[in-house]
C-alpha cells in the first residue's frame, strides 16, 4: 500500500498549470492592486504581530546576530502608535526604499529592498488595507541594537552596500508566468531573506542566493534547483502543494517560520500565482550548499533499529499518536513526516530539534494543525533520544544530537 | 453540510469543516462512547477507526474526512466478531477500573488485531502506548490482547 | 486522609425520588442506549424499602443503592457482593443506583469505602433477608428460621418457595429487626472470592455515562477559562469577536472565570479563543516555584508544631553511637484525571439538578443550595461514573462554578474544562520537605528518630475542624507515626508553611505516599550504612510485628530478592502499613543510563484483613503502582508568574504502556482482619521502591521526587551527615 492510499483524504489534489494561464500577464496583474491580496503576499502580518497581539499592531521581536534585537513597529492605522498619520508617499517611501518619515532609515529586517519590485500604486493599496483594519494604540519595545547599528544613520551606508535594487522590468526571455513568479519569489514573498546566505555586511547574498542560510535557530533550507541539496528533486505539484497548504507527501510539512509563511500568506495565493512562484523558483541555477548529505528516503523497516531504545519507547508513547510508526500520519496528513528533511536529519538535526521543543502550528483550511512543544514534559535526554531515533528511524541517518544541543534548541528560537 | 458514514449509515452534520470529528459524535450526534481527553492526540481517549485505522477523532477535522471513508466507533462494533473477543477478553480479567480510558483503548486493541492477529508484546507495546490509562490497566490490557490472540490462534 | 474523619454512612431512611427523577433518567438515555447491568438507575421506587440501600419490587427487581462512588476502585462489585452476601442473591442480577446526597457516604475517599461499609451493607442485607423469610413464615405458619433464602427464593420446610418479589409487599410491612445474624466466614459464598466487575459490561460498550455525557434536553454546553493565576480577577472583556463564532450563544462571567457558551463544545471552544480577555492577575503574579520551595526551606529550621513523640529522641540521637540524617524533598501534584473536569447543571426558579461525579455529593449540593439560594431540597445531585477520582473530586469547586455560571441562563448548562485547564487550574498535593535524623547503635539501628515535616495541612482548608488543636494535620502520620516500625524514641514535629499561589488538595494515597517515600527511603539508607541487606534490615526492625513480618518474608521469597539479576539491573523494596493494610513491595529494574528507568517487574504482598474480591485487590495494587510511579518518574508542577507551566499530556507526562512494569505480581496473605484499604496503598509503595532500586543500581540515594530531576543526578544537590 502505497502513503498516499493509506492517507486519509489527502489535501485535495492541486494540478498546477505551470505555464502561462489565463489570468497571468507577467508580473503585474491586469487589474487594480488588490490591497488585501497583496498585504498576504508580502506576508506583512507575520512580522509585525506580536505573539497573540493585535494583527499588524507590531512588536515582534527579531534577533539579528551581531547587531542585537529590534521590534517590528505598530503599522495599524493609529495616529500615534502607528502610521495612520503618515501620507501615502510616506508609506511607500518606507515601504520601498527603507526610509520612514522624518529620514529614520528602517532596519534591514524589512526586507524593502525585496518591497521595491512593488509598484507604488500597489503599495498604496496595502496601505489602502491596512487603513480598513482595527487599530491598535500598542508601542512595541523599544530596540535593544548595538554600536554602530544603534545609530540609524548608518543604515545609509548599509544601503550603499546591500541596499534598494531599482526597479524590474519583465524578462521577456521569459514567460509571463515565469516573470510573476519571480515577482512573487524576489518581491513582496521576499523569499531570500531567509533562504539566503547572509554577506558580512548582514545583506543577503547574490552570489549564493537561496543556498540555505540558519535563521533564528531553524535551518531555511537551500531551494535552488539543485537536485541534492536544494528542491530540483521535487515534482512541481509537490512544491505547488507545499507551498499552498504548507504540506506534501514524502516531504513534511511547513514549521516555524515557514510555517508562519504558509499559514499567513501562501495558502491564500491564488494557483496561478503558485504555479508561477513554482516555474520561477525550479529556474533559480543549482546551488550546493553545507546542509549535509541529501536525505534518502528509506521505508522504516522493523528490524534496522531497535524497537526497544529509549527514544523507540518515546516515541511509539509520544509521536506515534499523530505520526504513526511509519511516519505517514495519522488522522491528519499534515501529520505524515516521512521523507521530510527535517526527519531525515539535514542541517545535523537542527529543524527537528526546533520543532520538538517549540512545536508548530500550521493554518489550514481545516483549522490549526498543531504540534505541542515537548520539552516541558520530557528532559533534554529524552528529546536528544526521540530526536535521534527519528533520523535513524526515518533515514537510517547517522546524525546524532545530544542533550546539550536541546538546549540550545530551547533557547536558540527567535525571541518572543 | 457534511456527509459522513458513520457505524454504516450516512449522517448529514451541518458544522465548521474544522470541527474535530470527535465533537461531531458526541456533541451533534449525541454518541458519547467516544470520550474527550486532551484534544491533541496525546491520550488516545477519542480513538475510533477510519477505513479500519485507529485515529484520535479529537484532531480531525470532520473537512477533512469526505463521505466516503467508513467511521466506526465504539457503538458501532455489534457485528464485528474481533470487536466481540476483544471485549470478552476485558470482561474475563476484568480490565477495566474507572473505565474512561477504555472505549478508546478497545479500539485501539482491534485495529491492532486486525492489523496484527497475533501481535509480539513489542508490537502490543508500539500499538498500544499511545493511549493513555490514569488508572493504571495496562497490565491487563496487555494481558487481554494477548489472550485474544491466544483465543484466534487455536481456532484459525 | 485518615479513616476516623469519614463518617459512617448512616443507616437511614432515604427520601424517595419523586417522578423527577425518573423524567430526567429517561431524558438522558439517548435512544438505543439500555439499562443492562452496569448502568445506573435512578427509579428505584420499590414496595420493600427495609433500609437506605435495598429496594425490591413486587416485579422481583433488586435494587441496590450504593453509599460509595464507584470511581474505578470497585467499591459497586463490592458493595453489592457485601448485600447480595447476606440478602441471598446473584450480584450479576440487581440494578445499581448511586446514593444521592445524604443518602450514602459523605465522602468517597481515603481508602475507606471497604472499611466503612463492611458491617452496615452486610447488616442491612441480613435486615432485608430476615424480614423476608419472615413473611415467608407468616405466610406458610412456620418458624422464620425454617426458611432458607437462596439466589432470590424464600424456600420453606416442606419445599414453599417464594420469590422475593413476591414477598415484598409483606415484608414491607414489618418493623426493621433491631439485631440481626450475620454469615461466618466459613458461610461466605461471595465474599473471598473472585467476581467479575459489575460495571465492565457499560464500560467495555461505551455506554457507561459518566458526568462529561450527561445530554439533558435543550442543554449548552460551556467552555471555560478562570484567572490563570489564582486570586485574580477577570478584567476588561470583549465578547464581540467571541459572540460572532457560528453555535456561539453567549459569553457569561463570574469574578474569576468566564464561560463561552455555545451549541456544541467545539463552537463554545472557539468561542473562547476568540474571547479577548483582560485579567487582573493580583498579588499571586509572582510566584514562582522557588518561591514555594525557599518557603519550606525556611521550615527546616523554625518552631514548629509537635506532632507525636515517644521517648526523649534528641537525646537518644546525642548519646548514640552513630548519627545519620537526610533531607527529601517531593513536589506540587496534579491529578489529571482521564475525565476532564465536568458538570451539568440546570438551576431553575423552583429546584435545581445536577449532574456530575463527585466524591463529596453533599457538600456539592449545600454549595450548589448557597450560590442559587435554593433550599437544599430542591437540589437533585445525579452522580455518575467518575473517569478517575485521585482525590480530584474530593473538591467540589467545579460545581460551584457551574452553579454561578447555570443561574445566569434558563437552559441547562454543562461546563467542560479543557484539559489544559483541567490541570493548571487544578488543586495540588502539596510540595514537602522533610528532614530525618536517626542516632544509631553499634550495629547501625535506629535508637532514636526525629522527624520534621515542612508543608501545608490540607485538611485546615479542606475540612477545619479536623485540624488539630495544635494545628497539626493528622494526615501526615500515615506512614510516618503510623507504620509498622516501632522506634525505642521517636519525635515528630510539623512547621505548617501554606504556599502561595496555588490551592493544595488531597491526592491518592496524600499521607501514605508522602510519607512513604521519605521513611522508607531513609530506611533504606540507613540499611546501606550499616551494611545490612535492605530486606534482613527491615526484617530486624518488625521483628515482633507479626503481620508485617509476613509481607516482608513473603515479597522476598516471591520476588526472588537477594538472587542475582543482569548488568545494570537491581531491586527496591518498602514496607509498609497505611490504610488498615500491611503491603510489601520489591521493584526490579533496569536502568541503561541515568535518565533511563525500565521496571522489570513488581512484586507485593499484601495483608488488608478479610478481603471481599480478592482479583479487585490486585487490580487496585497494580494501577495504584503505575499512578505512583508515574509521578515519581516525571511530575512536577511549577509555577511561573504565578502560571502552572504544565497543561496537557506533552507537559505532564503519564507513564505509558511501554514504560509500565513487564509484569507485577500480587501475593495475597489470608486474614480474618477487618478490612484495611487498598486503592491507595499501591501508590503509596511505588516511588519508595522505585528509588530505593534505583539506588541500588546507579549507587547514589535518591531523595528528590521526581526521580529523574536532574537534582538526583551526581552533581545534584546531595549532602550527607554521618558521625
Known amino acids: 500500500m502505497t502513503m498516499t492510499e493509506r492517507g486519509l483524504g489527502r489535501i485535495t489534489g492541486m494540478l498546477f498549470a505551470l505555464l502561462a494561464s489565463t489570468g497571468i500577464h507577467g508580473a503585474r496583474a491586469a487589474d487594480a492592486p488588490d490591497g488585501q491580496y497583496l498585504t498576504r503576499a508580502a506576508d506583512c502580518e507575520v512580522c509585525h504581530t506580536r505573539p497573540g497581539g493585535t494583527p499588524f499592531a507590531g512588536g515582534r521581536a527579531f534577533a539579528i546576530p551581531g547587531m542585537g534585537v529590534i521590534y517590528s513597529p505598530n503599522i495599524t492605522a493609529d495616529r500615534q502608535a502607528g502610521i495612520g498619520a503618515w501620507t501615502d508617499d510616506q508609506f511607500v517611501k518606507a515601504v520601498r526604499d527603507g526610509v520612514s518619515p522624518g529620514w529614520k532609515h528602517l532596519y534591514p529586517a524589512m526586507p524593502y529592498r525585496d518591497y521595491a519590485y512593488m509598484t507604488p500604486d500597489e503599495v498604496k493599496a496595502i496601505r489602502a488595507y491596512l487603513a480598513t483594519l482595527p487599530s491598535s494604540a500598542a508601542r512595541p519595545p523599544e530596540n535593544t541594537l548595538k554600536f554602530p547599528f544603534s545609530i540609524r544613520s548608518a543604515m545609509i551606508f548599509w544601503n550603499l552596500v546591500n541596499g534598494p535594487a531599482s526597479s524590474h522590468p519583465d524578462d521577456p526571455a521569459h514567460t509571463p508566468s515565469w516573470n510573476r513568479g519571480r515577482y512573487l519569489v524576489e518581491g ?33 533550507y537551500n531551494i535552488t534547483s539543485s537536485k541534492t541539496d536544494g528542491i530540483g528533486a521535487w515534482s512541481a505539484d509537490d512544491l505547488a502543494t507545499y507551498l499552498s497548504t504548507g504540506h506534501a507527501d514524502g516531504h513534511g510539512s511547513a514549521s516555524g517560520d515557514m ?60 509521536c506515534a499518536g499523530c505520526h504513526l510508526p511509519d511516519g505517514s500520519g495519522r488522522q491528519n496528513p499534515v501529520a505524515s513526516i516521512a521523507g521530510a528533511r527535517t526527519t531525515l536529519g539535514a542541517a545535523n538535526g537542527q529543524n527537528l530539534l526546533q520543532v520538538l521543543t517549540h512545536g508548530s502550528a500550521l493554518q489550514t483550511a481545516t483549522g490549526t494543525a498543531a504540534m505541542p512543544a515537548f520539552h516541558g514534559g520530557y528532559s533534554d535526554q529524552d528529546v536528544a533520544d526521540i530526536a535521534n531515533f527519528v533520523m535513524h528511524h526515518f533515514a537510517r541517518s547517522s546524525t546524532t544530537v545530544s542533550a546539550a544541543d536541546v538546549a540550545k534548541a530551547k533557547t536558540a528560537s527567535a525571541p518572543e | 453540510m457534511l456527509t459522513l458514514q458513520i457505524n454504516g ?148 | 486522609m485518615t479513616s476516623k474523619r469519614i463518617s459512617s454512612p448512616a443507616l437511614r431512611r432515604r427520601q424517595v425520588l419523586g417522578g423527577a427523577g425518573a423524567f430526567v433518567l429517561a431524558a438522558i438515555l439517548p435512544a438505543g442506549r439500555s439499562r443492562g447491568a452496569g448502568m445506573l438507575v435512578e427509579d428505584a421506587t420499590a414496595s420493600f424499602a427495609p433500609n437506605a440501600y435495598i429496594r425490591i419490587g413486587s416485579d422481583n427487581i433488586v435494587t441496590m443503592i450504593l453509599p460509595n462512588i464507584e470511581m474505578g476502585q470497585g467499591i459497586y462489585t463490592s458493595s453489592v457482593m457485601l448485600m447480595a452476601e447476606e440478602l441471598g442473591i446473584d450480584p450479576q442480577s440487581v440494578r445499581i443506583e448511586a446514593a444521592p446526597p445524604g443518602g450514602g457516604a459523605e465522602i468517597t475517599g481515603g481508602s475507606t469505602s471497604s472499611m466503612t461499609e463492611w458491617m452496615p451493607l452486610r447488616q442491612a442485607g441480613a435486615a432485608a433477608r430476615t424480614m423476608l423469610q419472615q413473611a415467608a413464615a407468616a405466610r406458610w405458619s412456620c418458624a422464620p428460621g425454617a426458611c432458607v433464602a437462596q439466589d432470590g427464593y424464600i424456600l420453606g420446610p416442606t419445599g414453599q418457595r417464594l420469590s422475593y418479589g413476591e414477598l415484598a409487599a409483606d415484608a414491607a410491612n414489618l418493623p426493621v429487626p433491631k439485631d440481626v445474624v450475620l454469615k461466618t466466614p466459613a458461610q461466605f459464598r461471595l465474599i473471598g472470592r473472585p467476581m467479575h466487575r459489575l460495571d465492565s459490561q457499560v464500560k467495555v460498550d461505551g455506554q457507561a455515562m459518566f458526568g462529561i455525557d450527561v445530554q439533558v434536553p435543550g442543554q449548552k454546553v460551556g467552555a471555560v477559562a ?163 477520582g485521585f482525590g480530584r473530586r474530593l473538591e467540589h469547586e467545579y460545581v460551584t462554578q457551574a452553579a454561578r455560571f447555570g443561574r445566569q441562563v434558563s437552559h441547562p448548562l454543562k461546563i467542560i474544562w479543557s484539559r489544559e485547564e483541567d490541570i493548571t487550574r487544578d488543586r495540588f498535593r502539596p510540595a514537602y520537605l522533610d528532614h530525618l535524623e536517626a542516632g544509631l547503635d553499634e550495629r547501625g539501628y535506629i535508637t532514636g528518630l526525629t522527624h520534621r515535616i515542612v508543608g501545608p495541612a490540607v485538611v485546615a482548608r479542606w475540612e477545619p475542624s479536623g485540624l488539630g488543636a495544635n494545628g497539626y494535620d493528622d494526615d501526615l502520620s500515615v506512614g510516618t507515626v503510623i507504620t509498622p516500625y516501632t522506634y525505642p524514641a521517636y519525635r515528630l514535629e510539623f512547621a505548617r508553611r501554606e504556599p502561595p499561589g496555588v490551592i493544595t488538595a488531597w491526592w491518592r494515597g496524600v499521607g501514605g505516599t508522602r510519607g512513604l517515600f521519605v521513611v522508607e527511603g531513609f530506611i533504606d539508607e540507613l540499611a546501606q550504612r550499616a551494611g545490612v541487606d535492605p530486606v534482613a534490615y ?119 504502556m511501554n514504560e509500565a512494569p513487564g509484569r507485577i505480581d500480587v501475593h495475597l496473605i489470608e486474614s480474618t482482619e477487618s478490612p484495611g484499604g487498598i486503592g491507595e496503598t499501591g501508590t503509596a509503595a511505588a516511588a519508595p521502591a522505585l528509588a530505593n532500586a534505583m539506588a541500588a543500581v546507579q549507587k547514589r540515594r535518591y531523595r528528590f521526587l521526581p526521580l529523574l530531576s536532574p537534582l538526583n543526578q551526581p552533581s545534584g544537590h546531595e549532602k550527607e551527615q554521618q558521625g
Not at chain 2, 100 to 119: D, E, F, T, V
Not at chain 3, 237 to 250: F, H, M, N, P, Y
Not at chain 3, 291 to 317: K, N, P, V
Request: glycine fraction near 10%.
Open chain 1, 188 to 220: 513582496p514573498g521576499h523569499c531570500a531573506e531567509c533562504h539566503s546566505p547572509r554577506t558580512f555586511t548582514m545583506g543577503v547574498s547574490t552570489t549564493n542566493a537561496y543556498a540555505g542560510a540558519d535563521v533564528g535557530g531553524w535551518r531555511a
Open chain 1, 259 to 318: 510555517g508562519d509563511v504558509v499559514s499567513h500568506s501562501l495558502r491564500f495565493l491564488t494557483r496561478q500565482d503558485i504555479g508561477a512562484m513554482v516555474e520561477y523558483l525550479r529556474d533559480i541555477p543549482a546551488r550546493s550548499s553545507t546542509d549535509g548529505a541529501p536525505p534518502a528516503v528509506t521505508q522504516p523497516t522493523a528490524t534496522h533499529d531497535q524497537a526497544d531504545s529509549h527514544g523507540a519507547m518515546l516515541y511509539a508513547g509520544a
Open chain 2, 9 to 156: 449509515k450516512s449522517v448529514e452534520v451541518d458544522v465548521d469543516p474544522d470541527t474535530p470529528l470527535l465533537w461531531v459524535l458526541r456533541d451533534v450526534l449525541g454518541m458519547t462512547g467516544t470520550k474527550y481527553g486532551c484534544g491533541t492526540a496525546e491520550c488516545g481517549v477519542c480513538t475510533v477507526h477510519v477505513d479500519g485505522r485507529p485515529v484520535r477523532s479529537c484532531s480531525l477535522p470532520v473537512g477533512l474526512i469526505g463521505p466516503r471513508k467508513a467511521i466506526i466507533t465504539i457503538e458501532g462494533l455489534q457485528a464485528d466478531p474481533v470487536a466481540a473477543a476483544v471485549r470478552k477478553a476485558w470482561l474475563d480479567i476484568d480490565v477495566v477500573q474507572c473505565g474512561y480510558c477504555q472505549p478508546g483503548q478497545i479500539m485501539a486493541a482491534i485495529a491492532l488485531l486486525k492489523k496484527i492477529p497475533n501481535p509480539t508484546d513489542e508490537q502490543i507495546e508500539a500499538g498500544m502506548s499511545g493511549n493513555l490509562c490514569r488508572c493504571g490497566t495496562y497490565m491487563r490490557i496487555r494481558a487481554a490482547i494477548r489472550n485474544v490472540a491466544a483465543a484466534q490462534g487455536a481456532t484459525p
Open chain 3, 226 to 388: 478562570a484567572c490563570p493565576v489564582i486570586g485574580g480577577h477577570v478584567g476588561h472583556v470583549d465578547t464581540q469577536a467571541a459572540l460572532k463564532i457560528r453555535g456561539v450563544v453567549a459569553v457569561l462571567q463570574i469574578d474569576d472565570a468566564v464561560c463561552v457558551v455555545a451549541d456544541h463544545y467545539w463552537a463554545a471552544r472557539k468561542g473562547l479563543a476568540a474571547l479577548d480577555v483582560q485579567w487582573v492577575e493580583g498579588p499571586n503574579a509572582t510566584v514562582d516555584t522557588q518561591a514555594i520551595y525557599r518557603q519550606l526551606e525556611g521550615g527546616l529550621s523554625s518552631s514548629a508544631i509537635l506532632a507525636d513523640h515517644h521517648g526523649d529522641a534528641q537525646q537518644a540521637i546525642t548519646q548514640a553511637h552513630g548519627r545519620y540524617s537526610a533531607t527529601y524533598r517531593q513536589p506540587l501534584l496534579a491529578h489529571a484525571t482521564m475525565e476532564p473536569i465536568n458538570c451539568t447543571i440546570h438551576v431553575r426558579p423552583d429546584g435545581c439538578d445536577i449532574w456530575t461525579g463527585t466524591q463529596v455529593a453533599e457538600r456539592a449540593r449545600d454549595t450548589t443550595a448557597e450560590v442559587t439560594g435554593l433550599p437544599k431540597d430542591r437540589i437533585r445531585l445525579h452522580s455518575q461514573y467518575i473517569g478517575g
Open chain 3, 538 to 656: 527491615r526484617r530486624e526492625m518488625v521483628r515482633n510485628n507479626p503481620r508485617a513480618l509476613a509481607v516482608l518474608e513473603r515479597v522476598a521469597r516471591e520476588s526472588g530478592w537477594g538472587t542475582p539479576l543482569p548488568p545494570n539491573c537491581g531491586r527496591g523494596v518498602a514496607l509498609q502499613f497505611a490504610f488498615g493494610s500491611y503491603l510489601a513491595t520489591v521493584a526490579e529494574i533496569e536502568m541503561a543510563g541515568p535518565h533511563d528507568v525500565r521496571i522489570r517487574r513488581v512484586t507485593c504482598a499484601v495483608d488488608c484483613g478479610q478481603v471481599i474480591n480478592p482479583d479487585q485487590i490486585a487490580a487496585q495494587i497494580e494501577g495504584g503502582l503505575i499512578f505512583g510511579f508515574s509521578a515519581a518518574l516525571y511530575n512536577e508542577i511549577t509555577l511561573e508568574k504565578g502560571r502552572v507551566q504544565q497543561d496537557n499530556f506533552h507537559t505532564w507526562r503519564v507513564m505509558r
